[in-house]
């Protein structure tokens, strides 16, 4: 059975910094593109970064490049999302997802954590 578990999300003022923490489990985690997804209320979910299992960084959300930094360690199954100069706008709950194949797409990754919850006071 697939888990994917978030932590590391939580209130922190404009020009902030987060780190996510992402841990994959019940799968080959190094077969897997692993992505950052996010929802606000009233809005859809995005794609914010996506991370092939090499670790190369294959997707960022315009919003947030420069900003934010996606890595990976297979050694650990688990994904990070560093997030610094956090702006209100990027409010939101966090969902790490993972995938076989590549798509900024949230339908196109079937395993999904709980998400955590990210506020950014202006």
């Known amino acids: 059975q697939v888990q994917v578990v978030e932590s590391g999300g939580g209130l922190v003022q404009a020009g902030g910094s987060l780190r996510l923490s992402c841990i994959a489990s019940?799968?080959?985690?190094?077969?897997?593109?692993m992505g950052w997804f996010r929802q606000a209320p009233g809005k859809e979910r995005e794609g914010v970064s996506v991370i092939d299992w090499s670790g190369e960084i294959i997707y960022y959300l315009d919003s947030v490049k420069g900003r934010f930094t996606i890595s990976r360690d297979n050694a650990k199954n688990t994904v990070y999302l560093q997030m610094n100069s956090l702006k209100p706008e990027d409010t939101a709950m966090y969902y790490c997802?993972?995938?076989?194949?590549?798509?900024?797409?949230?339908?196109?990754?079937?395993?999904w954590g709980q998400g955590t919850q990210v506020t950014v006071s202006s």
């Open positions: 997802a993972a995938s076989r194949y590549f798509s900024r797409r949230a339908t196109d990754f079937p395993y």
């Open positions: 019940g799968l080959t985690f190094d077969d897997y593109y």
